[in-house]
């Protein structure tokens, strides 16, 4: 079955705590991003991979980190959490980056840094 | 810049009808992707369709329709025969282009919440 894959889906941490939230696509997807969703102000880019080792800031990178070392994985770490990442986020694939090109989400992880 | 509007916080629909939620655009582009997605209650977010800028005919999948008005930039989503199963969050999305200083992202609006009534 074509998916992309977070995990893990539930995470409560403490501020300063480094965790890294994985994401695995096994379509094998160029384009790879990462969104944050917050109320009230909607899904925001985080991050966005066109392909390995292509990595490149999206509206809101501050305190994040990726890396793209294989086409499947594309992880987001957060070095040191804090309360204002306490957020839902999703990991998104595809084929490319066209407009055309649909992006596949997966399930979310929701954090709560407290 | 781009936009989406969806103007419609809340809808409610009686099991078995049909409903249209809005959603207008704003773009400069010529070549746009328009994309809708479902999010339920469990939080995932759900590709249902997707209307290309230059597609003639409004796209359909199953249930759901998109009424895609160019000259007034709407994109318009359709579900016929509403079930309990469609109550959710509904979210209208544009892909950027592949221009200079884009980042490929999809670009919401804020979503419209449907509640199907039995």
Same mark, same amino acid.
């Given at each position: 079955? @074509?998916?992309?894959?977070?995990?893990? !889906?539930? +995470?409560?941490?403490?501020?300063?705590?480094?965790?890294?939230?994985?994401?695995?696509?096994?379509?094998?997807?160029?384009?790879?991003?990462?969104?944050?969703?917050?109320?009230? +102000?909607?899904?925001?880019?985080?991050?966005? %991979?066109?392909?390995?080792?292509?990595?490149?800031?999206?509206? =809101?990178?501050?305190?994040?980190?990726?890396? !793209?070392?294989?086409?499947?994985?594309?992880?987001?770490?957060?070095? %040191?959490?804090?309360?204002?990442?306490?957020?839902?986020?999703?990991? @998104?694939?595809?084929?490319?980056?066209? =407009?055309?090109?649909?992006?596949?989400?997966? @399930?979310?992880? !929701?954090?709560?840094?407290? | 810049?781009?936009?989406?509007?969806?103007? /419609?916080?809340?809808?409610?629909?009686?099991?078995?009808?049909?409903?249209?939620?809005?959603?207008?655009?704003?773009?400069?582009?010529?070549?746009?992707? $328009?994309?809708?997605?479902?999010?339920?209650?469990? #939080?995932?977010?759900?590709?249902?369709?997707?209307?290309?800028?230059?597609?003639? /005919?409004?796209?359909?999948?199953?249930?759901?329709?998109?009424?895609?008005?160019?000259?007034?930039?709407?994109?318009?989503?359709?579900?016929?025969?509403?079930? $309990? #199963?469609?109550?959710?969050?509904?979210?209208?999305?544009?892909?950027?282009?592949?221009?200079?200083?884009?980042?490929?992202?999809?670009?919401? #609006?804020?979503?419209?919440?449907?509640?199907?009534?039995?």
């Amino acid at each position: 079955e @074509a998916q992309v894959t977070q995990n893990p !889906r539930y +995470l409560i941490t403490v501020t300063g705590k480094k965790l890294t939230v994985t994401c695995s696509q096994n379509m094998n997807h160029e384009y790879m991003s990462w969104y944050r969703q917050d109320p009230g +102000l909607g899904l925001r880019q985080i991050y966005y %991979s066109m392909n390995v080792e292509v990595t490149d800031k999206g509206d =809101v990178p501050e305190g994040y980190k990726v890396s !793209r070392k294989e086409k499947r994985n594309f992880p987001l770490i957060l070095e %040191s959490p804090s309360p204002n990442q306490t957020s839902l986020y999703f990991c @998104a694939s595809s084929s490319e980056g066209l =407009v055309k090109n649909i992006q596949y989400f997966g @399930a979310g992880t !929701r954090l709560s840094v407290l | 810049a781009q936009k989406i509007t969806q103007t /419609q916080p809340g809808m409610f629909v009686q099991e078995k009808e049909a409903v249209t939620l809005d959603c207008t655009y704003d773009t400069s582009d010529q070549s746009y992707g $328009l994309f809708w997605y479902k999010q339920p209650s469990s #939080g995932e977010m759900i590709f249902l369709i997707y209307q290309g800028s230059y597609d003639e /005919q409004n796209a359909t999948e199953g249930r759901y329709s998109l009424n895609f008005q160019k000259a007034r930039k709407s994109a318009n989503l359709v579900i016929s025969a509403s079930q $309990l #199963g469609d109550s959710a969050m509904y979210f209208c999305a544009m892909r950027e282009g592949r221009r200079s200083g884009n980042t490929g992202k999809l670009i919401f #609006g804020q979503g419209t919440t449907l509640q199907v009534k039995p």
